[in-house]
C-alpha cells in the first residue's frame, strides 16, 4: 500500500479526515442560477463579473487555483495585479452565454498539473499576460463575430506575444490533515524586468448576511514581526485557524460583505466592503482598508520585481495550531518533496504498465483535472425560491419559475463538476461518466458521488434524478445503473474489493428511477420513449425537450435505445446481486423480460408495426408521430442510430447455472415467445464460451450499422466516431412542415445555430462519453461473438478486424487527440502554435468537451475533464492490453 492509500484508508475510517480540505472552491459563482434572484430567470444578467469583486455571493464562493474545507466556511485562494490591469486578478474572466458568438466561455490560460485523491500535494498553473488584460476586447469581437466565425481568444488578442507574461505555480502538500503548506512560484518569462503584485487572500464564506441569527467570523493579526506574520481564522463551527505568511508583507483586511453603494447606490452599512482591497491597491483608497486589522477577508500583499527569467517564491502554511515555531525552515521544503515523491508512487501502482512519457503526462494531468474539479455545491431550493430571512424578498414571478418543483433539494456536498467555470454544477449524466477515472483512483469518492444523486435529497420523490442546476426537470441518458456496476468492476479489479452493500443500495434506488422513465417517458405504453433531448442538445431536426411545431412527438431511437440499455445493466446487477440473495432472480427475470418488449418495440411499434430500424438504409431513426397523419422517419444519420449499440450484455454459462430460477424463466421466454426472440440478439446458440447473448442489434444489423459507424466518409474521423455522418456535408437532411424548412448540416466545429444556448454541438463533432460508450458496447459483442466475426475497418478499406480490435481502433483514434503526431504536433490545438512550439505551453493539456470532427482540435469547454477524463482509462486499457483480447 502505497502511503497515499494509506491515507484514502485512514480517511474512510474516518480515523484521520485528509479529505477535509481540497480545492473545493469554484473558479465561477457569478452568472450561475444558485445567484440569480431575478424575476426572468436571466442568470449571466442578474450577477455579471463586473459585479462579482463588489457583491457578496449567497451560496459559494470563487477564486483562482483555491482551496476551502468541505463546508466552504473558509477559503484561500491567490490574486494578482500586474500595475495595468483596471482590476484585481482575483476571479478568472469568461464570456456570459449572449456575449460569445458560440456560447458562454472562460478566456484564460490555466491548467491542473497534479493533484492526489486526498490532496495531500496538488499543482497549479495560471498564466498571466503583463499587459492589461483585454476584458472590453474579448467582449466586444465575439459579440460582433456571427456564428459562422470561430471564437476569438486571449491568444488572439496578441497579450502573450514574445512571452509577456508570468507564470504562477501554486502548490498546496499536507503535513498532517489539518496542515496544508503553500507554495506560489513566480516566473517572469519576458526578457525584461517586470513588477507584479501577489496577494494570497484568506476568506470566511458570508454566511451572516442572510441569517442575522448567524455568527460572525473573524480574521485578525495574531502575529507580526520582520520574519513571520501570523493572520488568526476564528469561525464558530470550523473552528480556530492561523495562516502563517513568510517574509513581510503588507497585512490588508476588509469584509467580505456588498459594496452597496458602488452597485445599487445605497449607503454600506461598514466602510470596509468586498471589493476593499482591490481599491485600496489599484485607486490608492487607504481608507478601503481596516487600519485595525480586523475582518471578514485578508490578503497578505507581496510586491516584487521579478528579472528576466527569474522565479520569486512565497511560502504559506494554513495551520490549526498556533505554535509552529519554524515553519518555513528545511521541513517545509522536505514535506514538499515527500508529497510529490508519494504522488509518483501512487499513479505508478495505479498504472504500473509500460507507458510512453507523453502518455503518462496525458494520464496524469487527466487525473489531475478530475480532482481538481471537485467543488463545494450549496444549493437548498426551498431557501432560493422563498428568500433569506435577512434579504429582500425574490420576485413573485419565481413560484411559477426555474426548479419550483424541486423543493425537496438539499445540497451540500463535494461534487464532482464538469467543468469549475463553464459548468460549475452538478450534471446527472456527466456524473456518471466522471466516475469511470475516479474508481480507478479513489472507488470510494465514485461510490459516494453516484449514492448521493440517488438519496432522498437529490432524487426526486417521483423517481426522477435531477439534471443540472439550469432546468433539474431535463431529462439525462439513464447511464447511473451502468455506472454503479463499471465502478463495482473496477474497484473488483484493481483493489480486490466487491462492494456488493454499494451495489445494493444504488440499485435500489435505481428501480425507482426506472419506474419514473417508464411511467413518465413512455408516453403511449407501447414501450418506445420519448426522453427529450438526452443530453445531445442539438442533434435532431427540432428541439426534442420542447413542444413540437408539428405538433405529435417523436418516439426516439436513442431514447428507447437507453431504456434498453438501462434494462441490461439492471440486469447485470441483479444477477450479480442474486448470487447471495435468491430474490433478485425474480427482480433479474423482469429486467430480461422488459428488454425483450423494448427490443421487440424498437422493430414493430403497436397496431401500425412502425418501426424504428429503416431496412433499406440499414440504420435506426427517430419516428415522428403526427395525430391523424401517421409517422415519418427522421432520416438524420447521427449518433441517435448508434445508441441501439449500447443496450447489448452477455450472460455467462457460470452465472446461469448459479441461478436455476432465472435460468428457467429465461427458457420459458425462448420457448414460448418467438415473437418477443425473434427481434433481440440470439438466446438460442451459444456464443464464445457456451455464453448468451441479450442485444438490440444482432448479427446482421450490427454489420450495417458498423458498415456506416466505421466508414471515414460518414462516422469514422481519425480521432474517433463524429455524432453526425458526414454524409450530411453533402446531402443536408431538410424537413418540410407548413412551409418551414428545417434542416441538419454536418458541422465538425462549433454549431452555427443557438439551438441549446450554440455553446454545445452534436452535428459532427467527437464526443468522448459516447465514443466510450461505443468501446465498451464492441468489446462486449467481441466477447459473444469471439474473432471469427470480423468487419471491415475501416469501411472499404479491405481490412478486417475482430471487434476487439475496431474497439482498440477506435480508442487509438481518440488518444491521438492528445498525443503528439509525427510532426510533433498535438491535434487538440489545431492552429495554436504557441502550444504546439514553446516549451512553456508544450507539455500542457487541456480537456476539452469535445472535438472537431475533422481535425480532432479542441472545442466547448477548455477544462470540462468532467468526462474527457476518460480518456485516463483509455491510456489504462491501452497500457494493459494493446490491440490483445481480454
Known sequence: MTAEEARLQADHNRTA????????????????????????????????HEHARSRAYRWGEDGIAGISDNHQRLCFAIALWNG?????KERMFGLTGTEGNHGEDVKEYYFYLDNTPTHSYMKYLYKYPQAAFPYNQLVVENRRRSRQEPEFELLDTGVFAEDRYFDVFVEYAKDSPEDILIQISIINRWPEAKTLHLLPHLWFR?????????EKPLLKVSQSDPHLS?????????????????????????????NNERLFGVGNASPYVKDGINDYLIQGRKEAVNPNRIGTKFSAHYEFLIGAGETKIVRLWLSNSSTLTTPFG???????????????????????????????????????????????????????????????????????????????LYNNDILSMPDKWEYPWFAAWDLAFHLIPFSMIDPEFAKLQ?????????????????????????????????????????????????????????????????????????????????GGFLGLDNIGVFDRSAELPTGGHINQADGTSWMGMYCL???????????????????????????????????????????????????????LHLPNVGDLPLKVRSLVGLVPLFAVATLEPETLKLLPGFKRRMEWFIRNRPDLRNNVACMETPGVGARRLLAIAYRDKLRRILQKMLDEREFLSPYGIRALSKFHAEYPYIFEFNGYQYRVDYEPAESSTNLFGGNSNWRGPIWFPVNFLLIESLQKFHHYFGDDFKVECPTGSGRMMTLWEVAAELSKRLLRIFLRDSSDQRPVYGGMSIFQTNPHWYDLILFNEYFHGDNGAGIGASHQTGWTGLVAKLIQ???????HNH
Not at 236 to 256: I, K
Not at 582 to 611: N, P
Open 17 to 48: 479526515y485528509w479529505k477535509r480540505w481540497g480545492p473545493y472552491l469554484s473558479e465561477r459563482q457569478w452568472g450561475t442560477v444558485r445567484e440569480d434572484y431575478s424575476f426572468d430567470g436571466a442568470a449571466w444578467d442578474f450577477f455579471p
Open 84 to 88: 495595468e490591469d483596471p482590476i484585481l
Open 206 to 214: 458570508n454566511t451572516w448576511s442572510w441569517h442575522s441569527s448567524q
Open 230 to 258: 501570523i493572520i488568526e481564522a476564528r469561525h464558530p463551527s470550523l473552528g480556530d485557524r492561523w495562516l502563517y505568511c513568510d517574509g513581510v508583507p503588507e497585512l490588508l483586511f476588509t469584509e467580505n460583505e456588498t
Open 330 to 408: 528545511a521541513n517545509f521544503t522536505t514535506i514538499f518533496q515527500n508529497r510529490i515523491q508519494e504522488a509518483d508512487e501512487f499513479y505508478q501502482r495505479i498504472c504500473p504498465f509500460k507507458l510512453s512519457k507523453d502518455m503518462r503526462n496525458i494520464q496524469r494531468q487527466a487525473f489531475a483535472g478530475m480532482l481538481w474539479s471537485k467543488q463545494f455545491y450549496f444549493y437548498v431550493v426551498e431557501e432560493w425560491l422563498k428568500g433569506d430571512p435577512a434579504g429582500l424578498l425574490p420576485p413573485p414571478e419565481r413560484k411559477y419559475g426555474r426548479n419550483r418543483e424541486w423543493i425537496h
Open 450 to 530: 453516484l449514492s448521493r444523486l440517488t438519496r432522498e435529497w437529490y432524487m426526486h420523490p417521483n423517481g426522477q434524478l435531477p439534471a443540472y442546476e439550469w432546468a433539474f426537470s431535463d431529462v439525462n441518458p439513464p447511464v447511473h445503473a451502468w455506472a454503479a456496476m463499471r465502478i463495482y468492476q473496477i474497484e473488483r479489479k484493481m483493489y480486490g474489493r466487491a462492494d456488493k452493500d454499494f451495489l445494493e443500495r444504488v440499485f435500489q434506488k435505481l428501480l425507482l428511477n426506472f419506474t419514473w422513465w417508464v411511467n413518465r417517458k413512455d408516453v403511449e405504453g407501447k414501450n418506445i420513449f420519448q
Open 569 to 623: 445493466n439492471m440486469l447485470t446487477i441483479a444477477l450479480e446481486l442474486a448470487k447471495d440473495n435468491s430474490v433478485y432472480e425474480d427482480i433479474a427475470s423482469k429486467f430480461f423480460e422488459h428488454f425483450l418488449y423494448i427490443a421487440d418495440a424498437m422493430h414493430c411499434i403497436g397496431e401500425t408495426r412502425t418501426a424504428l430500424w429503416d431496412e433499406t438504409d440499414g440504420f435506426y431513426y427517430d419516428v
Open 877 to 883: 486499457q491501452q497500457a494493459e492490453y494493446g490491440d
